[in-house]
């Protein structure tokens, strides 16, 4: 036996498990990287081998190393191997589920641990498609939705204290579009102390693997949209969710399957080709960010700028030293001359272009009011401060010169 086989395994870090974790080139005859399996359905070595797989499909047993492949809507090769790699992005995981996009991943969640006639809670504003779901899909089918203001930690306490029936507990963190940051360890300790023991539930989308651990202050699930920095070419559609309990994961892992929501084998590759640059991409992007926000932050255009480099807020600002390890790429300016202004801004830019999503590694700009927000009432919008002066930004990793340079003749209309 060699001797590296006789050696107790070593401890490795997030980058190198990405890397060097998950994948059997003796699975793949011998590629250096993983190859795509594109098959729908597995061969069995045997009818106990498939009876077998079947009874761990139906949790009716844990799985073994050996335990065979069924059918790709349950599994395949490239989301297994994916699921291995995005389970080490995260201190305290032990597994992941991925799906065909970031509102896939939530709908599962809350079609999984949530039932109707009992309450979830969530933060508040929040992504305009999760705004959506809870709205037109889950309210009308009697789940209760309470919705808490992000970065209220005394009020939300209070709120998981006094919910009774209470399944989860949604945090957008920092929220879109407004970059509120909610203090997901007072969330657990509230979560912790009710009797129903709700999950509670972060949306990492905003900070990423590099800014942001949310397991480590206790949440039991992370949920992303892979679209956004995951991807990070603004090439494919995406969403992952990583848990501190394998149980938990399994059970998404079973609603994928009735909902066959998996994520397919070629954007599995894809992504999985992606991860090991996210966070130098994600810390240049942020890098970029901070020179420019510095940069513009007085510039009379401005009304307000959001962005977690420039908190003022003391309360807003023990929570981001707590919780997050860098500020991230996305930030938010009200503007002056309200939507006018903010159109005029939108239209006088040249290399930064107006479009919804984030998280590329192109610049991108958009005004959530009319677009990824628009469904909310006006009056609704204003009380959540998604006011018609507001745009949202998302650095990429252009030269920051040049990003500047744009930004700053864009605000002079
Ligand atoms: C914070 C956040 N969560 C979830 C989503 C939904 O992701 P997807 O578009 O991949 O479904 C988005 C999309 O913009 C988002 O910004």
């Known amino acids: 036996m060699p001797k590296k086989d006789k050696l107790p395994p070593y401890v490795i870090h997030p980058s190198t498990a990405l890397i060097s974790k998950g994948f059997d080139p003796s699975l793949s005859v011998g590629s250096a990287r993983p190859a795509v399996f594109r098959s729908s359905t597995y061969v069995f070595s045997s009818p106990e081998k498939a009876k077998e797989a079947f009874e761990v499909a139906l949790g009716k047993r844990e799985p073994s190393p050996d335990t065979e492949l069924i059918y790709a809507r349950l599994s395949h090769p490239n989301a297994e191997i994916l699921e291995t790699h995005l389970t080490a992005l995260e201190p305290e995981a032990k597994a992941s589920a991925v799906f065909n996009s970031g509102m896939a991943a939530i709908s599962t969640i809350f079609f999984t641990f949530c039932k109707p006639q009992r309450n979830f809670i969530y933060t508040n504003p929040i992504y305009g498609g999760t705004h959506h779901l809870i709205s037109e899909l889950l309210t009308p089918m009697q789940y209760t939705g309470h919705p808490v203001m992000a970065g209220q930690t005394e009020k939300l306490q209070d709120v998981i204290y006094k919910t009774k029936n209470l ?74 969710i990583i848990g501190r309990s394998q149980k938990h994961i399994q059970q998404l892992q079973g609603t994928r399957a009735i909902m066959g929501n998996i994520l397919q084998p070629d954007e599995c590759w894809i992504l999985d080709t992606r991860l090991p640059m996210v966070e130098i991409r994600m810390r240049s992007e942020s890098q970029n960010t901070k020179l420019i926000v510095e940069q513009i932050k007085k510039h009379p255009n401005i009304i307000e700028l959001y962005h977690p480099s420039l908190i003022k807020d003391e309360k807003q600002k023990k929570i981001y ?45 958009c005004h959530p009011a009319t677009t990824t927000h628009s469904e909310i009432s006006p009056e609704r919008l204003f009380e959540l401060g998604i006011t018609d002066d507001l745009v949202r930004l998302s650095i990429g990793i252009e030269d920051h010169r040049d990003l500047l340079q744009d930004i700053e003749q864009a605000l002079d209309y």
């Open 321 to 365: 030293q707590k919780q997050c390890n860098g500020s991230g790429s996305i930030f938010s300016m009200r503007l002056q001359g309200g939507q006018k202004g903010a159109f005029e801004f939108l239209r006088n830019l040249r290399i930064i272009k107006n479009a919804v999503s984030l998280g590329g590694m192109e610049s991108l700009c």
């Open 167 to 240: 399944d989860l507990i949604f945090i957008e963190t920092p929220s879109n579009p407004t970059l509120t940051i909610t203090d997901i360890e007072a969330a657990v300790e509230a979560a912790q102390s009710h009797p129903d023991k709700p999950l509670v539930v972060v949306d990492n989308t905003f900070m990423g693997p590099t800014f942001q651990h949310p397991l480590e202050f206790g949440a039991d699930l992370v949920v992303y949209s892979a679209t956004k920095f995951l991807g990070g070419f603004s090439d494919l559609l995406g969403g992952v």
